[in-house]
């Protein structure tokens, strides 16, 4: 197998999933689809706080300093959210999802720019979209990112039942996002220690709990202002722990 194979795979079943889940959809009325989506922000939820686990894991508590395990969480979402404000990537992740709706000729009152935007943030976050990428491009094998596509694919047929083709097209996002971690195993290898991705687990663990919110319709956060906050834990906590 060539590097890359995972992360073709995991968009092949987000793609069929979603495409299953929108067939199905069709079928329903607007009060079920209603009831499928606040389902899908509590089961968000709760991916949420299994995310948050390393939180309290002593591999993160024993690697940084007394009283850093939250301020590195926090430092890393405040200067993420400043960055990703000044960029407005939440308005370009809107943008893109619109163009995409016209695009793909989807109704104006459709939830695909929701969809879109949704789905790309759940399927990119978590460990297994990057240590399942690196894995893959330094040809250590692909069964993270197996078990990655086997978890996407039903996510994406949930979420499309209430959601539509939005979902479908967060493949694409997804693909650019673990193409990038597969190049970048398959040239410098395993680059991350176990804190650090600890760190960036619960700081995705806080973006979904975001997209819960969302879609529970409780409060409209503007997650993908939050995406730097990403890249910059594994560095702000790789910091913490050299003082």
């Not at 459709?110 to 399927?123: D, H, I, K, M, R």
């Not at 819960?212 to 722990?241: C, D, E, Q, T, Y």
Request: charged fraction near 10%; charge should be neutral; glycine fraction near 12%.
């Amino acid at each position: 197998m060539f590097p890359g194979v995972g992360t073709i795979i995991n968009i092949l079943t987000i793609i069929s999933g979603a495409s299953l889940g929108v067939l199905v959809g069709n079928r329903m009325n607007t009060r079920t689809r209603t009831l499928l989506t606040d389902v899908l922000g509590l089961v968000t939820l709760l991916g949420a706080g299994s995310a948050l686990i390393p939180l309290w894991s002593d591999r993160y508590i024993d690697a940084l300093p007394q009283g850093w395990t939250l301020l590195v969480v926090l430092g890393s979402l405040l200067i993420g959210g400043l960055i990703g404000s000044a960029l407005k990537l939440e308005n370009r992740l809107d943008s893109l999802g619109e163009n995409l709706r016209i695009r793909f000729k989807a109704s104006s009152d459709s939830p695909f720019v929701e969809g879109f935007v949704a789905a790309s943030l759940l399927f990119a976050i978590g460990p297994l979209a990057i240590l399942g990428s690196i894995s893959d491009g330094m040809g250590t094998g692909i069964d993270q990112l197996i078990l990655k596509s086997t978890l996407d694919f039903f996510a994406a047929m949930a979420f499309a039942t209430s959601l539509g083709w939005g979902v479908a097209v967060s493949a694409i996002p997804v693909g650019i996002y673990q193409a990038t971690w597969t190049v970048i195993g398959f040239g410098l290898g395993e680059i991350l220690d176990g804190y650090q991705v600890d760190a960036m687990t619960i700081v995705g663990g806080i973006m979904l709990i975001c997209i819960s919110f969302r879609l529970l319709n409780i409060k409209n956060v503007a997650v993908g202002n939050l995406l730097p906050a990403l890249a910059i834990a594994p560095v702000f906590a790789l910091l913490a722990h050299s003082l």
